[in-house]
DNA sequence: AAGCATTTGTGCCTTCGTGCACAAAGTTGA
DNA sequence: TCAACTTTGTGCACGAAGGCACAAATGCTT
């Protein structure tokens, strides 16, 4: 049978792979929350109140975690740290990911010395950079330092390193050529800051953050408040 | 009929109000793809093309765009200046926003000093931080130098300056008193760099970037691809 | 002027995501 | 041991979003 083969498979591992894209973007939310509550001695909580830390609704969070399995107790809530583990260990997060930041500039300087990536399993393995001002550079990443590399050393650095993710801060007109050297390299996973649509092959993904995007959907909203209540003002003017 | 009211009421204005999220979050990129065409004098494009360029199917775009209207010419495409302006329109970006940032510390100063902002449309018109070293530091923030304001100017600098946009790049632990007072202040638009869940009350919009979060989903989907093979080597082997 | 080629705008269907409501399951207390 | 209470896990219904396919509309050529 080999047409139901993809959707039969196991029914205990069909369980943990058909995760839907909205709960696992949630997932890290969960996890942080869960991680803040184990600091704080919690043991455990409900889902009305994970849920309301959170910011989402409660049956929301219930369906969410049922998607990894039944680690509640029904009257009493969820262990802090059993769920945790397992939301961690589902996002991969058991063993550690190495980075490679490629752009030292403004924001990439700012990426190595964020403290949030070495707490939730993410180590800055390789610094890339074509400006010769920048390459030498020694850039204090966590507890290591670590030395911005030519460009020359892409490939190089990405596979002594074993990094899978690979962050590009490089501007626009530069972040084609470094996404295809990367994909190249062997790098799957791809972290995008700069303001361009990124092309790749299939079985690489690419996730993007543009801060000016952002901020113009908030000047959507902003301007639709405003144009909401300009007739009104026009009505009572008539 | 008050059942069927909802999704009558005026056509014409349902067409400019009820644009979908999953639309106005894509707006941002066909403008700023379009804004690159007009830089290379091309005048006009089809659909087909300019999904290409944007990373979407051309029935989303098309479909993207009926939502403000029949901007396009059948057999031709669509005039590459004249929807670029109507999608600005509809976005507010014929008028400068301004935006506040608080929270001046490494990723605060990359904000500052980043290009992306005045070449769409905001204008970042107050800078706020309470560590004594930072404030009164002059930073170069596109034409005009700004300097950091202490913490006690903030409900000035918001109304002074009339900024309906702030960024909070503080830690986490004090976003959620920064956004109290911030939204006391009357900014109704925030967009927030800490790994925190803010509570606002209703009315105010929050969009948040994490970019710890972001790396979390792409180990999740590379742990899905090495979880895919693992099962294969084991049949391999047996 | 008329037909051909091209491309838009949209109706329809499928898939995905969300919220409600409740039965099942477990705890607590008597 | 049993009953009352709490909370999970999920079936169902609804709305949002995406993709296909095609009729309508426009330009171009003859
Ligand atoms: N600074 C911000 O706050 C911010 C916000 C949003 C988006 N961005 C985007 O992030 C990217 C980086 O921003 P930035 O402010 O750090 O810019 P930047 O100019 O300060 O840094 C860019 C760095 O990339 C390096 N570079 C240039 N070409 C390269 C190449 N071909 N290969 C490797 N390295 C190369 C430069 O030497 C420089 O060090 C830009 O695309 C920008 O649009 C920045
Ligand atoms: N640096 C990054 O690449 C990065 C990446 C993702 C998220 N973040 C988040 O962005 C935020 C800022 O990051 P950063 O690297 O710039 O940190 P940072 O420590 O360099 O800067 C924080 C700034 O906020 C100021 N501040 C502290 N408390 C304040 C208060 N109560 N009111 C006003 N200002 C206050 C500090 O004086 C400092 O200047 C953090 O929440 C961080 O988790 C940063």
New interface residues.
């Given amino acids: 049978m080999p047409l139901s083969r993809q959707l039969s498979s196991s029914r205990i591992r069909d369980d943990g792979?058909g995760i839907p894209d909205a709960t696992?973007?949630r997932?890290?939310?969960y996890?942080?929350?869960l991680r803040s509550l184990a600091d704080d001695a919690v043991h455990t909580i409900s889902s009305d109140h994970l849920a309301q830390?959170?910011?989402v609704s409660p049956a929301k969070l219930r369906k969410d975690l049922s998607h990894l399995g039944s680690y509640g107790t029904r009257g009493v809530g969820y262990e802090v740290d059993f769920l945790s583990y397992h939301i961690s260990r589902?996002?991969?997060?058991s063993q550690p990911?190495g980075?490679v930041i490629v752009g030292v500039g403004?924001?990439g300087?700012?990426?190595v010395?964020?403290k949030?990536?070495a707490s939730?399993?993410?180590e800055i393995v390789g610094l890339l950079d074509s400006h010769p001002d920048v390459v030498g550079e020694k850039v204090c990443a966590g507890e290591t330092d670590l030395v911005v590399q030519p460009m020359a050393e892409l490939e190089k650095v990405v596979s002594s390193s074993n990094a899978?993710?690979a962050v590009i801060a490089t501007p626009a007109d530069a972040a084609q050529k470094v996404c295809d050297r990367l994909v190249a390299a062997g790098v799957?996973?791809?972290?995008n800051f700069a303001?361009t649509?990124?092309?790749v092959p299939v079985g690489v993904?690419v996730?993007k953050?543009?801060?000016?995007?952002?901020?113009?959907?908030?000047?959507?909203?902003?301007?639709?408040?405003v144009d909401d209540l300009t007739p009104l003002a026009q009505v009572m003017q008539a």
């Fill in positions: 792979r696992v973007a997932l890290p939310i996890h942080r929350v830390r959170c910011g589902e996002l991969g997060l990911w980075v403004n924001l300087h700012a990426l010395s964020y949030g990536f939730r399993g993410f899978s993710i799957r996973s791809i972290l303001p649509v990124l092309s993904e996730r953050v543009d801060l000016a995007v952002e901020l113009q959907i908030l000047a959507f909203h902003e301007q639709r408040r």
